[in-house]
């Protein structure tokens, strides 16, 4: 069973810049989470996707960074314009609609914003 | 509020011996999901173990053990003869029944395995 894909896997992008980030789940998986990973901390959530909805985006920055999951399979995280302190990993992971099974993570996106 | 804690930020143990990785958790939810995940340089959580708040049985897997206490809201990881390949990131996270199924992770304890 292939695992969840993202790309790129690294991108450095000067402030001000946009960037985008590709994430294709598990094949089957109803649930999409968007996570960013700063050095040292753990995942923060920035989305979450059941199916084509969002179930929770309350601490994405809406004013800058933006999701969509459209017809449900593969998600697209962007950001634009980029901060310093977007420097990051973005996770990106998926999970069987069941509520209570564990996240399957993929190799993540680094960005470096300079 | 759910929150996991896991004060250890970094654990620097010699090849072979035993290491003990703690995490504490709050949550209101009666029932609930503990996790534990290694994050090996390479950067992709890789999933340990999963336990439901209902079964407090200590778990063996190898050279991994896992002791849930719900008396000390406790889930605390154990690597018997640790190995060089153990050296990661491991996180503990709480996964709640209600607002979305969120994943709460803790901060990571960094654990390095001297040869």
């Known amino acids: 069973e292939a695992g969840v894909a993202q790309s790129p896997r690294y991108k450095i992008i000067e402030k001000r810049q946009s960037v985008a980030f590709w994430c294709n789940p598990i094949s089957g998986h109803a649930t999409l989470y968007w996570y960013q990973q700063i050095l040292g901390q753990g995942p923060k959530l920035l989305i979450q996707?059941?199916?084509?909805?969002?179930?929770?985006d309350s601490q994405l920055p809406k004013d800058r960074f933006s999701a969509e999951r459209l017809k449900g399979v593969d998600s697209t995280l962007k950001i634009q314009p980029a901060k310093l302190e977007d420097s990051a990993v973005y996770l990106c992971?998926?999970?069987?609609?069941?509520?209570?099974?564990?996240?399957?993570f993929g190799e993540g996106s680094r960005l470096t914003v300079l | 509020a759910q929150k996991v804690t896991q004060a250890q930020t970094e654990i620097s143990v010699v090849e072979k011996e035993d290491v003990t990785l703690d995490c504490v958790y709050e949550t209101r939810d009666t029932t609930y999901y503990l996790f534990w995940y290694k994050q090996p340089p390479s950067g992709e959580l890789v999933f340990l173990i999963r336990?439901?708040?209902?079964?407090?049985q200590n778990e063996i897997s190898g050279r991994y053990s896992w002791n849930f206490q719900k008396s000390t809201s406790s889930f605390n990881f154990t690597i018997t003869a640790s190995q060089v390949v153990d050296s990661a990131v491991y996180f503990c996270a709480l996964r709640g029944l209600h607002a979305g199924n969120q994943f709460y992770f803790g901060t990571g304890t960094s654990l390095t395995v001297i040869p």
């Open positions: 996707f059941q199916n084509n909805g969002v179930v929770d």
């Open positions: 992971a998926s999970s069987p609609a069941r509520v209570t099974g564990e996240l399957f």
């Open positions: 336990r439901n708040s209902f079964d407090e």
